[in-house]
């Protein structure tokens, strides 16, 4: 497995600092391993976690539906932030949809909750809920985040009207730090539907660890497959592998880029399938970033469909802009020996008068054309740009782009001098939601 990253920079003089900025990245590797200065905990954990720890975990999950004593056709994942990103990134790609009935049968969809206090969206979420015999996996570092601790409350007293108090503690699985969790008491004396984040995992970083790997074993996925992927990420890096070592340029260019004033990262993608990667990224980034008035603002966008809005700007606005295209081949669950089936434009008369030079083209070749057509565009009106490559995405190459970007984000905040662990901006408006609760 291989990225494959290209930077395009106009100006020749930036192209030189690039260079060396990527020295300097690259003698900060043996830095990913390590302490951060000034945290009293190791959160370097994230490190050659698959190794460590995860490929462990992803064993002892596996066939977890099988070994339950009561039957489920729904997960429902309570969680907000790196507690539900992380999941949503694999289960939007390959999983089970709620939309469709009698899919594979060892798959099961997941409705995401406690990630937003809406009255009318939670009233449509419980009668989703009404319609399934779920299980529920509730995720919080701390066990005492507000909104999913406030959205696990509301659900379980809905439950209490189709299932006793016994019966929903049997479906729900609890993961959290194992420091003062309220939901060790919950659980108790029966602690087996408890799962621990390590303390030295921030939760941006949590993305392989039972945070995720609960909830997406129970929904059917294949973690393993994920685990490694991620594993020969880090296997390549500590080889010193010269190709995983280029690719790490992608943390220099995204530093060179805001210090040459640009103040947003666009990550262009092409699957809507995407989008939870998409949101994944983008806290990674700015939670480990954004502090002392530094970074460069990350956000996600579809093409072609943002084209049609935000592309006016990137070309005509204000060139404030650095752009990442992420481009895939295709996506495609690993152990999925079903015939490919492709969507062909029509190549009839009405097609053809319809469409032109397009009718007869393959949507993906298309969508591939298109991405290519607006780096072009975007190349000439000098708007820096970074392309990756990822090849067709899979579980495993999932897990491979996951570890690449854990790894470039710390690098970057190397960079920037900034510590990529902590997150004391979040805290703000907690202490002021305090002062108007009381």
């Known amino acids: 497995m291989t990225i494959s990253v290209e930077v395009n920079f106009s100006n020749k003089e930036d192209l030189v600092s690039l260079e060396n900025l990527q020295r300097k990245n690259l003698e900060n590797i043996d830095r990913l391993k390590e302490p951060y200065e000034d945290e009293s905990e190791d959160n370097s954990l994230w490190y050659n976690w698959p190794e460590n720890e995860g490929k462990k975990l992803a064993s002892e999950l596996e066939g977890i539906s099988s070994r339950l004593p009561y039957y489920y056709d729904l997960v429902v994942v309570v969680g907000i932030g790196g507690s539900y990103t992380g999941t949503k990134t694999i289960h939007d790609l390959f999983g089970a949809s709620l939309e469709i009935r009698n899919q594979e049968p060892q798959k099961k969809p997941i409705l995401f909750c406690g990630y937003h206090l809406s009255e009318s969206y939670l009233q449509k979420q419980l009668k989703i809920l009404d319609q399934y015999k779920p299980v529920i996996c509730v995720v919080s570092k701390s066990g005492k985040t507000l909104e999913p601790n406030a959205i696990y409350s509301v659900l379980s007293t809905h439950l209490k009207k189709r299932f006793s ?65 991620a594993d020969d990420f880090f296997k390549k890096l500590e080889a010193k592998e010269e190709h995983t070592l280029k690719s790490l340029i992608y943390a220099p260019a995204r530093f060179l880029a805001w210090k040459e004033g640009k103040s947003v990262e666009l990550l262009a993608y092409e699957e809507p399938q995407l989008e939870g990667l998409g949101l ?88 591939e054309k298109i991405m290519k057509a607006s780096r072009k565009a975007h190349s000439l009106r000098e708007v820096p740009n970074c392309t990756l490559q990822i090849g067709v995405l899979n579980e495993s190459t999932l897990g491979f782009l996951i570890a690449f970007f854990q790894t470039s984000c710390v690098l970057g905040s190397f960079l920037l001098e900034v510590n990529p662990y902590n997150q004391p901006g979040v805290e703000a408006y907690k202490k002021e939601l305090l002062h108007l609760l009381s």
């Open 280 to 367: 994944w990224w983008q806290q990674l980034f700015a939670e480990s970033e954004g502090k002392q008035e530094k970074a460069i603002f990350p956000i996600g966008s579809l093409f072609s469909r943002d084209l049609h809005s935000i592309g006016q700007y990137i070309q005509e606005g204000s060139k404030s802009i650095f752009e990442t295209f992420l481009l895939t081949s295709g996506v495609r669950s690993e152990g999925n020996f079903e015939s490919e089936s492709r969507i062909r434009i029509p190549t009839d008369e009405f097609a053809r008068e319809l469409l032109g030079k397009a009718s007869g083209h393959y949507l993906d070749d298309l969508n």
């Open 165 to 229: 108090h016994e019966e929903i503690l049997e479906r729900t699985f609890f993961v959290s730090s194992k420091k003062e969790s309220p939901f060790l008491k919950e659980l108790s004396p029966n602690k087996s539907r408890f799962f621990s984040i390590p303390d030295g995992i921030v939760g941006r970083f949590s993305v392989l660890s039972a945070a995720s790997l609960v909830p997406l074993a129970l929904a059917g996925h294949n973690i393993k497959a994920l685990m490694r992927g």
